[in-house]
């Protein structure tokens, strides 16, 4: 969709910036005072969130020093960021155990998990225990990390920045490889509590 902007700007005679754009000044980085909070309730924010559909990935990892095997996780917060350069995003909660290890290992593979999937990705989903056990998958060609068999794409990565966003951490990642599996690519989506 990006792409398809850019051509269409660049196709009517639109000024196109040259050169580097100048990052604007970082943020104060500072806790949220208790009469800055907004009056929402956590329960009715999650309910009315709901009604957007997201598409469904696990982001692994491969072993870093000192692991016992690798890292993944089922995340619906992912989505492509920059065309120039090449970036993506996903949002991982500062609580997740597994954040740690992508963090060591510096790399990451996006998963994007094809409708067929839900099973897999309610593996992923649990905290604990080995996540890969009977887990068919092959490594990433830039990172290593787990490619998993019958995800509709993968999207191999390195950390790029991580920023933080109230109880989540934003994770960029640089595109270093990327592809289409072999299915009928039909993703899984997740809306209102449920796969569909």
């Given at each position: 969709m990006a792409a398809t902007a850019v051509r269409y700007l660049r196709s009517v005679g639109a000024r196109t910036v040259a050169g580097p754009v100048e990052a604007l000044p970082r943020p104060e980085l500072r806790a949220v005072r208790e009469d800055e909070r907004a009056p929402v309730d956590p329960g009715e924010f999650r309910r009315v969130l709901g009604h957007f559909a997201t598409g469904v990935t696990v982001i692994t990892a491969p072993?870093?020093?000192?692991?016992?095997?690798?890292?993944?996780?089922?995340?619906?917060?992912?989505?492509?960021?920059?065309?120039?350069p090449p970036l993506v995003a996903f949002m991982v909660g500062r609580a997740s155990t597994t954040w740690p290890r992508i963090a060591r290992a510096g790399v990451f593979c996006v998963n994007v998990l094809a409708a067929h999937q839900g099973a897999l990705c309610r593996g992923f989903a649990v905290s604990g225990g080995d996540k890969f056990a009977g887990v068919d998958h092959e490594p990433a060609p830039f990172s290593g990390a787990p490619r998993l068999a019958g995800a509709t794409a993968w999207i191999d990565c390195a950390i790029h920045a991580v920023h933080t966003g109230g109880d989540h951490l934003i994770v960029v990642g640089r595109v270093e490889a990327l592809g289409s599996g072999d299915g009928d690519g039909t993703p899984l989506l997740f809306h209102q509590g449920r796969f569909r």
């Amino acid at each position: 969709m990006a792409a398809t902007a850019v051509r269409y700007l660049r196709s009517v005679g639109a000024r196109t910036v040259a050169g580097p754009v100048e990052a604007l000044p970082r943020p104060e980085l500072r806790a949220v005072r208790e009469d800055e909070r907004a009056p929402v309730d956590p329960g009715e924010f999650r309910r009315v969130l709901g009604h957007f559909a997201t598409g469904v990935t696990v982001i692994t990892a491969p072993t870093a020093d000192g692991e016992a095997g690798p890292a993944g996780f089922a995340c619906q917060s992912f989505s492509s960021l920059s065309l120039d350069p090449p970036l993506v995003a996903f949002m991982v909660g500062r609580a997740s155990t597994t954040w740690p290890r992508i963090a060591r290992a510096g790399v990451f593979c996006v998963n994007v998990l094809a409708a067929h999937q839900g099973a897999l990705c309610r593996g992923f989903a649990v905290s604990g225990g080995d996540k890969f056990a009977g887990v068919d998958h092959e490594p990433a060609p830039f990172s290593g990390a787990p490619r998993l068999a019958g995800a509709t794409a993968w999207i191999d990565c390195a950390i790029h920045a991580v920023h933080t966003g109230g109880d989540h951490l934003i994770v960029v990642g640089r595109v270093e490889a990327l592809g289409s599996g072999d299915g009928d690519g039909t993703p899984l989506l997740f809306h209102q509590g449920r796969f569909r």
